[in-house]
């Protein structure tokens, strides 16, 4: 049996960045099947984790003082460009994210746009909350990046990203990327790229 593994983003994460590359390599050792599923951080943060803004309102809290640098070793230690933050951090991602539920249906072309649009944001700090530069990064792999742009001001994507991020708050969601992995008769819900070794065992355990 294919084990089926659901990882909701938000490009705007750095872990989840990080999380997005090292899941890769498991899902391909493991034979399991990734679906990427992009929903918006920012609604689950307005819905479940507010208390993520008084804590980013805090330049001297420890916690974030320590998680980048943290984080900047765990891109080290996998090999990626964390060129972070950058005058845009936090980006609104709401643009970035409608783009990609415009392409959820193609998954192989989801993970290319995903992957171009990290590299730009995370290593040449470029703004994806500016649609222009969002059709500019599909245009450069390849896509119509001026056709996808106008299906993000369709309704029929606003309202999947918007079902995205309400699906993943009701399964447990408070953080991106949320990760889930089917678990005895149900799911577990994994968060952030340190959890990945337990996204493996999981899929190990139901693979079995």
Known sequence: MT???????????PWTRLAFHNIQPIIEDSGAEIIWRPFLVGGVFNAVNQDVYAARANPDNRKFVHSFRVLKDWAALAGVPMNFPSEHHPVK????????????????????????????????????????????????????????????????IKDRLRA????????????????????GDGERMYFGNDQLPLVNRAIKLKSE
Do not use: W
Request: glycine share 6%; proline share 4%.
């Open 3 to 13: 084990v089926k593994v659901e990882f909701f983003f938000d490009l705007s994460s």
């Open 93 to 156: 991602s709401v643009h970035a994210m409608r783009l990609c539920c415009a392409l959820e249906d193609d998954q192989a072309a989801l993970r290319k746009f995903a992957t171009a649009a990290f590299e730009a944001y995370y290593g040449d700090q470029r703004n994806l909350d500016d649609p222009e530069v969002l059709i500019a990064i599909a245009n450069d792999i390849g896509m119509d990046g001026a056709a996808l742009a106008a299906k993000t001001r369709e309704q029929p």
């Open 164 to 183: 995205n991020t309400e699906e993943a708050v009701h399964r447990g969601a408070y953080g991106s990327p949320s990760i889930f992995v089917p678990y």
